[in-house]
């Protein structure tokens, strides 16, 4: 399947923004949707993933409270609601499928199916 994140771009600390992710090739209801996020020189970090049918979702430590996930499968879309941002945001965020549902182990979060290209989110005054 391809994998195509948007919604990216610069904004100030303590501002929102969303992410989307939009799949095509298949339907996104036989995928779990997951976000990662990685900076030059640091290990990517899992930020949050949300199983077939939304009911279950899960999320980084330092992003909880202020990150939602959400999915629409009738737009084979997945979103990520990003506020409070603060400077130790900013990043490379990438969406990324998984068959097998979510695994939330934090650092271990099972192997993708695929993956997009990213979308640069940078949090900056």
């Known amino acids: 399947v391809q994998v195509q994140e948007s919604g990216g771009g610069l904004v100030q600390p303590g501002g929102s923004l969303t992410l989307s992710c939009t799949v095509s090739?298949?339907?996104?209801?036989?995928?779990?949707m997951c976000w990662f996020r990685q900076t030059p020189g640091k290990e990517r970090e899992g930020v949050s993933c949300?199983?077939?049918?939304?009911?279950?979702?899960y999320y980084g430590d330092s992003v909880k409270g202020r990150f939602t996930i959400s999915r629409d499968n009738a737009k084979n879309t997945a979103y990520l609601q990003m506020n409070s941002l603060k400077p130790e945001d900013t990043a490379m965020y990438y969406c990324?499928?998984?068959?097998?549902?979510?695994?939330?182990?934090?650092?271990?979060?099972?192997?993708?199916?695929?993956w997009g290209k990213g979308t640069l989110v940078t949090v900056s005054s």
């Open positions: 990324a499928v998984r068959a097998s549902g979510c695994y939330w182990v934090p650092p271990y979060y099972g192997t993708m199916d695929d």
């Open positions: 090739g298949s339907s996104i209801s036989t995928y779990a």
């Open positions: 949300i199983s077939y049918g939304g009911a279950s979702t």
